[in-house]
């Protein structure tokens, strides 16, 4: 397989890249920005994506920084590599279900190419989405064919007039870790709570967040918080040797005794956004977790899911991933 | 009466022949003479002991050039344009950009064919002087395509106004998609004997097709220059099943024009004999373009183009006496090989029942044919057997191992069974399905095991040519066309002539894989082994008896007195006059020695038994099913290499693994597209799957015959790990993969009673 050719552009500052990008290229299918790679060239290669122009960001210093502080917690730039923020002693320790996420993406070499920015924003693996020969809603087809095709994996929760899942690991345990994204355009920067930065195809088909084809995300700020310090990610796959999602909880507490004071509860792989759920928080708080809390709490998380045909498993699956989740942050 | 020359004493021996990866048996004639013997199996200082791969350090550091690494001078590289429609006929084609490109140097078109019967049937093709050009070249092409109907899945296939698969004249054999095979049995005393049984289990089920998913895909570079010579090197499970079709192809007037070469390759399970698609495409590139073509299948190509194992939907009824006597099997098997005919074993495979009826035919999709592989239609005979022994032994309340045993007479199994039993640890089974205790989160992790059985024949016969070099100066080269499918062909040759001249493996050069050399079958069939050690032994002991006749006068001794022993030669009775090896080469004079070997009858035999047991752990609130250890006992008769036997046999397992929990076709019924033709969407088994697996040889196998097991290590996988599920959760999965969708979903139904 090979990718079109294509200009690549090396900017060395934000200005420089973003003036390469195109405010009217609504569905960045002419540009496209390129950080670490492991999603924008396998999208090229099986041609997904034939871009003319390529912005790559790797020769803009200060992106990568990692940085802990104890008063303003982590700031992760765009092109820290996953790989680092897996196996870094403060994301361990203030943000573990961060660094579980981080951890579990795709495979060792991924996850030192691929980038927490690119992590964010890469594209659906949907199957029809992702074969070049099929022409989906997604791409500007007139339907989404896993709703009546093989969707075993797709979503259950929030779908329609697509039921892709939203990909990213990171994102379920950065949604519960309440991060915020910051974006920079032409008109300068602006942070949005990361919950606001996904979007569902409801609201718009084409594309899974907020970002304008002139924007770049540059940083992601997780608040320190007793919650964040208390955090799980929890990731089923049906392979444990590199797989996605195929139903995942991120679970952030805090306890006062026996009972739970304070949480945040986002599901992954069953949705196409990081699927936050109050219902299932309002449940838990003021809790002691005990069966009959976490059945609750699973009976909430769960409420509207909606089966395609092969995908009904996907609701005790889901509720069994969460109650673990929570049991293994209160343990 | 007039003087009548003695016949040559001749035998009739039936020895397996492969065509296209398929074995039958076949009667030859052979001389009745007497030869070299292996002599008894503990005697042995190399054969049957564990031996590192000689040419390990070669592969594991790159050194190994494989097919795909060929470069000759003026290469080109080929690229083809496949059908993205599972039906559909061209209705124009233009080519011209194409060939317009720079760096383009030869394009082919495929717009004569009638139709384009599944996706990834070729359109096109083009050589050009980068891949990446070739592959921006097929892009090039502008092709109109009328998509006609098709059918994709077996549900699709079998209903009776589904689409035709084949249309006109191929139509005639046909019922629909439906090509009815071979009906054995008398359906009406079947169902009258399943009355009389205690119990009864009927079931349907239903096997995807598996990919071969060989590391190496499919490929060839043909180096040809429009000469009247080629050479062609191959990812090919046959190196002389290369030269014919070439020359063919490349429109050379014999196979001589032709030079295979072989040396390494990665992977074929049966999916790579002769020059294949995309020899034949890359041979029609280079004799066009005039200069030589590497074509390697791309990823996807190898999904869509390079074949499957077949899949299989059957419905099976049997029953069983409560003294645990298997009374009658009724069976009605399609084959789904979607082009092809797929290939399917008779149920209930290896045990006896007294009425069996089967029908068998094939259900056509518009899907790539499917190819031998490894053990062609036994893993789809063994998986619903042995899923069907397993439920009747629990509903006449009998040890699973119990009731096989009284339903296989021949020892080898029982034997293995209980081996098997032993290393697994069957005595902690749980009796009950499901009725084990729990552990881990919320004690939703249960335990159990199961097991199942395979046969396979694995026999030699007559066709390698080994030749046995000696040197003057000590060197000793075995060579022989053969290739290396994995068996570790190059290693086993070495080991034969080292144990002859009681040298060490290293000290033996061996020569494969180009068709100049002495001649090989393919490996198919599991049959390398069983028909390349005779050849060697023979060519071994040849060289050794004109060594001995040389040697004899300088050490006082008669040939047939002289040992060759840890690098020495000496006389029986004179172990303190002996040559070194060196010494003793010396005495051969300038032109050393050489002598040649073909297959005899009595150094290999045929058939073998294998089981497998798996333990498994199911995971009762997510569906997971996580295999804890698998057992693997098989019988080769002697087994020439250990460590490769083991390693065949924990390469079997992990195959079967992934046959039983992770790897399917999905091919989408509304586009008729395949949908997972990466090997992220196509699911292998990784490191993280891997149990504790212990490959066990079978050494209570008394036959001191070579006989091939790479094939059957794989068979009962699927059948043992399906029965430790229902042994662990009570869950019966009737479907391959086993995902945890389908655990989640039975353990449902289950809770509802």
Redesign the interface.
């Known amino acids: 397989?090979?990718m079109?050719?294509f200009d690549l552009h090396n900017p060395t500052s934000l200005q420089q890249a973003i003036a390469l990008l195109d405010p009217t290229d609504a569905n960045n299918r002419r540009v496209r920005i390129l950080a670490g790679g492991q999603d924008l060239l396998t999208e090229m290669k099986d041609?997904i994506v034939e871009p003319e122009v390529v912005v790559n960001l790797k020769h803009i210093p200060g992106l990568d920084t990692l940085a802990y502080d104890p008063q303003k917690g982590l700031t992760i730039g765009a092109l820290v590599r996953v790989a680092d923020v897996a196996d870094n002693a403060d994301v361990q320790k203030n943000f573990p279900a961060l660094a579980m996420a981080a951890g579990s993406v795709a495979s060792p070499q991924i996850r030192h190419m691929g980038t927490m920015g690119g992590n964010l924003c890469q594209r659906p693996?949907c199957?029809?989405y992702?074969?070049?020969?099929?022409v989906c809603i997604k791409k500007g087809g007139d339907r989404c064919?896993a709703a009546?095709?093989?969707n075993?994996y797709n979503a259950i929760l929030g779908g329609g007039p697509s039921w892709i899942v939203h990909p990213s690991d990171t994102a379920t345990a950065l949604v519960a870790l309440n991060a915020s994204v910051t974006i920079t355009g032409p008109k300068g920067t602006r942070t949005i709570p990361l919950e606001k930065f996904f979007i569902l195809p409801s609201v718009n088909v084409r594309r899974e967040n907020v970002l304008k084809p002139d924007e770049i995300v540059t940083s992601i700020l997780v608040p320190n918080s007793p919650l964040a310090a208390r955090s799980v990610y929890l990731k089923?796959r049906?392979?444990?040797?590199?797989?996605w999602a195929?139903s995942a909880a991120a679970v952030a507490l805090t306890t006062a005794g026996d009972t739970v004071k304070e949480a945040r509860i986002v599901l992954g792989g069953v949705a196409p956004i990081p699927w936050r759920v109050p219902k299932a928080e309002a449940a838990l708080k003021g809790k002691p977790v005990n069966a009959q809390t976490l059945e609750a709490v699973a009976e909430a998380a769960l409420d509207g899911a909606l089966a395609l045909a092969?995908?009904?498993?996907k609701i005790?699956?889901t509720k069994?991933?969460l109650?673990?989740a929570i049991?293994q942050a209160v343990a | 009466m007039a003087l009548q020359e003695q016949p040559k004493k001749k035998k009739k021996i039936k020895v397996p022949k492969v065509i296209n990866g398929e074995t039958t048996l076949v009667e030859v004639e052979v001389d009745d003479t007497s030869g070299p013997v292996w002599g008894p199996k503990d005697a042995h200082t190399v054969i049957n002991h564990p031996i590192r791969r000689v040419d390990g350090p070669a592969k594991v550091t790159g050194q190994a050039k494989y097919t795909y690494d060929v470069r000759v001078p003026g290469m080109l590289y080929g690229r083809i344009l496949r059908s993205?429609?599972a039906s559909a006929e061209i209705v124009s084609i233009d080519t011209s950009p194409a060939e317009r490109m720079n760096g383009v140097k030869a394009v082919i078109s495929y717009a004569d064919k009638k139709q384009l019967k599944y996706e990834g049937d070729p359109v096109a093709a083009v050589a050009a002087i980068t891949?990446?050009i070739a592959?921006?070249a097929i892009?090039a092409i502008k092709v109109t395509y009328k998509k006609l109907p098709h059918v994709v899945t077996p549900q699709q296939a079998i209903k009776p106004d589904a689409p035709r698969v084949f249309s006109g004249r191929e139509e005639a054999d046909l019922k629909g998609n439906l090509r009815p095979g071979e009906t054995r049995g008398d359906k009406a005393e079947v169902e009258a004997a399943l009355k009389t049984c205690d119990a009864v289990v009927e079931r349907e089920f239903m096997i995807t097709m598996q990919h071969h998913a060989c590391l190496e895909t499919h490929g060839i570079v043909v180096d040809y220059n429009g000469g009247p010579t080629a050479t062609v090197y191959a990812s090919t499970q046959g190196t002389f099943t290369i030269p014919g079709e070439a020359a063919q192809t490349l429109g050379l007037p014999n196979q001589q024009a032709v030079t295979a070469v072989v040396e390494y390759m990665g992977g074929g399970f049966g999916s790579k004999f002769g020059i294949d698609l995309p020899g034949e495409v890359a041979c029609q590139l280079s004799k066009k373009a005039k200069a030589p073509v590497h074509l390697m299948l791309?990823?996807?190509d190898e999904f869509l183009m390079a074949g499957n194992r077949s899949g299989a939907w059957q419905k099976v009824k049997a029953g069983a006496t409560k003294d645990g006597k298997l009374v009658a099997v009724s069976a009605t098997q399609y084959r789904l090989g979607g082009l092809a005919e797929g290939s399917q074993a008779g149920i209930p495979y290896i045990y006896h029942a007294e009425k069996v009826y089967r029908e068998v035919a094939a259900l056509h999709t518009n899907q790539d044919g499917s190819r031998s592989f490894r053990a062609p239609g036994h893993p789809q005979a063994c998986f619903p057997t042995e899923s069907i022994m397993d439920d009747l032994a629990a509903a006449i309340g009998m040890d699973p191992v119990e009731f096989r045993k009284k339903n296989v007479s021949d020892p080898a199994y029982h034997r293995q069974l209980d081996a098997g039993a032993k290393a697994i640890g069957w005595e902690n089974r749980n009796k009950t399905p499901g009725g084990g205790p729990g552990s881990g989160?919320?004690n939703?992790l249960k335990r159990g095991m199961g097991c199942g059985c395979a046969t396979w024949g694995g026999g030699g016969g007559p066709s390698c040519q080994v030749d046995v070099f000696i040197t003057p100066d000590g060197g000793v080269v075995a060579q022989v066309g053969t290739q290396d499918l994995g068996t570790g062909s190059r290693t086993i040759t070495a080991a034969v002539v080292a144990d002859e001249f009681g040298l060490p493996v290293e000290a033996i050069e061996t020569r494969i894989g180009h068709s100049t050399y002495g001649s090989a079958n393919p490996s198919g069939g599991s049959t390398t082994t069983a028909s390349l050690t005779p050849a060697v032994k023979d060519a071994a002991y040849n060289a050794r008896t004109q060594f001995a006749a040389k040697l004899a006068p300088m050490l006082n001794a008669k040939p047939e007195d002289l040992i060759f022993h840890d690098g020495k030669v000496y006389a029986a009775n004179a172990p303190d006059k002996a040559l070194t090896w060196k010494q003793a080469c010396a005495a051969l004079g300038m032109a050393g020695l050489s002598a040649r070997g073909e297959w005899k009858p009595g150094l290999s035999g045929n058939g073998v038994h294998g089981v497998h047991f798996a333990e498994v752990e199911v995971d009762t609130?997510?569906?997971?099913v996580r295999v804890l250890k698998m057992v693997c006992v098989q019988d080769c008769g002697l087994c020439v290499n250990r460590t490769a036997t083991e390693s065949q046999i924990n390469g079997g397992m992990i195959q079967g693994l992934g046959y039983a929990l992770?790897e399917k076709t999905?091919a989408?019924?509304?586009?008729g597209?395949m949908?997972?033709t990466t090997l992220?969407?196509y699911?292998l088994?990784?490191?993280?799957?891997m149990p504790e697996m212990i490959p066990i040889i079978d050494d209570g196998d008394e036959r001191n015959v070579v006989i091939g097991m790479a094939e059957p290590a794989t068979i009962p996988a699927a059948g043992a790990i399906a029965n430790a599920v229902y042994n662990a959760c009570g869950v019966r999965v009737t479907s391959l993969p086993i995902?945890?969708?389908k655990i989640?979903?039975g353990l449902?139904k289950l809770r509802k009673g």
């Open positions: 397989m090979s079109n050719s041609h693996r199957w029809y992702r074969n070049e020969h099929i064919y009546t095709g093989e075993k089923f049906e392979k444990s040797s590199m797989d195929m092969q995908n009904g498993y005790p699956l069994a991933i109650r673990r049991q | 993205p429609h891949p990446e592959e921006d892009r791309t990823r996807v989160p919320n939703a609130e997510t569906g997971q992770y999905v989408d019924p509304f586009t597209n949908l997972n992220d969407e699911k088994p990784g490191c993280m799957e995902t945890p969708d989640l979903d449902a």
